[in-house]
């Protein structure tokens, strides 16, 4: 049986493991003893690290896995070329197919958060996933986790195809833009939202519910997302990592402004409604100064 699990590092980071019962692959393991802790209590061995990009939230477990497993770390042509990903890493270009034992992905360009990001499309999807809980979460200077994880299961994200998408995109809403620019978004967002409808989004934080106050401030006349957040509210640790991109092609303000018409963004109303260019420009400039109320 493939089983995703999620689990959740720090304040709001995730580090997703698929496992088949006997080999693991991770996503992103910013810390390693957490990734060591779970492989331990489920029987597992690790197989492969895949890197979405450089951030050491995301690498930061890298150098010790691979030591202690022995296992390859794949990361992007162009993070390699930088050397910024830590451990002795197979480049992977856009478009690539990765196959470990039950294991496909596609490699999917998402390069505008960081120049080197990409995106991981596991198309078979998995039997079980589980959602791990913040509950308790760890200061961001903790290395050891000291604890049993808490996860609770999510038929909602069974038999999917699954988009690790790292800091590109997240439930309502998407990484900043450290290196790129909006042209580089636009390109990405174009890529998600032409994905299967159905997938599963297993991004690497749990912003969800400051995004969706994002969303409300600009879409202030969508019911729905204000529906939305006052029930994400109302249980405030309860885990929103993964969900599905058929909810954000609804609730995401920037994906909502890759179609003309789809929303009124009350805080620019002199942007045309058919460029969504300028329109995401607008978005992440208003959203990296967003404070929650
Ligand atoms: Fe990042």
């Not at 690790?164 to 890529?191: H, I, M, N, P, Y």
């Not at 018409?261 to 460029?275: C, H, I, K, R, Y």
Request: net charge negative; with cysteine; hydrophobic share 40%.
């Amino acid at each position: 049986m493939l089983t995703l699990r999620s689990i959740p590092i720090w304040t709001d980071n995730y580090i997703h493991m698929l496992d088949n019962g006997r080999h693991a692959i991770v996503i992103d393991p910013g810390l390693s003893e957490a990734v060591r802790e779970v492989l331990d209590e489920n029987e597992l061995l690790l197989s492969a690290i895949l890197n979405t990009h450089h951030h050491p939230d995301h690498v930061g477990g890298n150098v010790a896995l691979q030591k202690r497993y022995n296992v390859p770390i794949y990361a992007s042509t162009y993070d390699v070329e930088a050397k910024r990903i830590p451990g002795k890493v197979t480049p992977l270009g856009w478009g690539d197919e990765l196959n470990i034992m039950d294991f496909n992905f596609q490699v999917l360009d998402a390069a505008a958060h960081t120049m080197g990001h990409i995106a991981y499309r596991f198309s078979k999807g998995v039997e079980r996933a589980l959602r791990g809980t913040h509950e308790t979460p760890m200061p961001k200077s903790a290395t050891n986790t000291h604890e049993r994880y808490a996860f609770k299961l999510a038929p909602d994200l069974a038999h999917r195809p699954i988009l690790f998408v790292g800091d590109s995109l997240f439930l309502g809403g998407c990484g900043r833009l450290f290196e790129g620019k909006a042209e580089d978004l636009l390109g990405v967002l174009q890529t998600f939202a032409a994905e299967s409808p159905e997938s599963v989004i297993a991004c690497a934080h749990e912003y969800t519910r400051k995004n969706y106050a994002f969303g409300v401030s600009v879409l202030p006349d969508y019911d729905l997302l204000q529906g939305m957040l006052d029930r994400l509210m109302s249980s405030p640790t309860q885990p929103t990592v993964p969900g599905l991109l058929s909810t954000e092609l609804a609730y995401n303000p920037f994906l909502l402004a890759l179609t003309p018409g789809a929303s009124t963004l009350e805080w620019a109303p002199d942007v045309d409604a058919e460029a969504p260019l300028e329109r995401i420009r607008r978005l992440r400039a208003a959203r990296d100064v967003f404070e929650q109320r």
